[in-house]
């Protein structure tokens, strides 16, 4: 998202003949960049980008508005702050893929995701149908005051032995040689917005995917497998799956993303 402004404005005088005289003047404005504190985008103060970053500065922090649906929500939870009073009611649902509104609400989500992470755009398995798989592809997103205010996609598993490893949690390093043939079920991305965090929402997310990717039945956590998560989503797979091993060191369930 990094936007840099540097234009040229070449003029030339002609006589009559069609000749072109003097000298070419070419004047030259750079302005300056900022990167924001809070979302990262860089910008300049041109007005126009002043406005493109209130707009995505305003979603990063408050989540995008998301259109009504008929669907129930999968989950409806109360969330407070610590120490806090204030209390936020969260709705839980999963993204119809027949919604082209859903999917592009997703998607925005998915572009503030990458770009804090600095992670590559996903799969986007989640948007697809394929019933070959045994545990198919979702969307997740919660809700709080008509805001998509945190989301997770999920991957199917293609091939166990190739994708389904361990990350020791400390160095951030797969352990070499071994198949985690647990995993049934990729976590790809899991985000929340900068107003929402540390109230436990994305920890309800997960037990949404739990509960509600394959019908009828409800998976176990070892079940579910990160996507090489950064240093937040690291700590998360801790606490959500974390294994501590014989070595004293705490193993996350991790997959490699086809």
């Known amino acids: 998202m990094k936007r840099k402004l540097n234009e040229s404005v070449i003029a030339t005088k002609k006589i009559t003949n ?3 005289v003097g000298q070419l003047v070419q004047s030259t404005f750079t302005s300056s960049s900022i ?3 809070v979302c990262a985008m860089t910008y300049t103060q041109l007005p126009k980008d002043r406005d493109l970053h209130k707009r995505h500065h305003h979603s990063f922090i408050n989540g995008v508005s998301w259109p009504r649906s008929q669907d129930a929500p999968v989950m409806k939870t109360t969330v407070r ?3 806090s009073s204030t209390s936020y009611q969260v709705e839980i649902y999963t993204v119809d893929k027949s919604s082209t509104v859903q999917i592009r609400r997703v998607e925005e989500l998915l ?5 804090e992470l600095n992670a590559p755009q996903d799969s986007q398995e989640w948007k697809s149908n394929n019933p070959a798989v045994a545990v198919p592809a979702r969307a997740f997103v919660a809700v709080v ?3 998509a205010v945190a989301v997770c996609t999920t991957d199917s598993i293609h091939d166990t032995d190739l ?3 361990w990350m ?11 198949v985690n043939r647990a995993i049934r079920l990729g976590i790809s991305r899991i985000w929340t917005a900068s107003n929402y965090r540390r109230l436990g929402i994305a920890d309800k997310l997960l037990q949404c995917v739990l509960e509600h990717s394959v019908f009828g039945v409800t998976l176990a956590k070892s079940e579910l497998g990160f996507s090489q998560p950064s240093f937040a989503g690291g700590l998360l797979a801790k606490h959500f799956n ?7 060191e705490t193993l996350i369930p991790v997959y490699i993303e086809d």
């Open 168 to 178: 020791v949690y400390k160095s951030q390093k797969i352990v070499p040689g071994q």
């Open 18 to 20: 069609g000749s072109t």
């Open 145 to 147: 005051n008509g805001r």
């Open 35 to 37: 990167t924001c504190k």
């Open 242 to 248: 974390g294994v501590i091993h014989k070595s004293g």
């Open 163 to 165: 994708q389904c490893r």
């Open 81 to 83: 702050k610590i120490d």
């Open 111 to 115: 572009k503030m995701v990458n770009s």
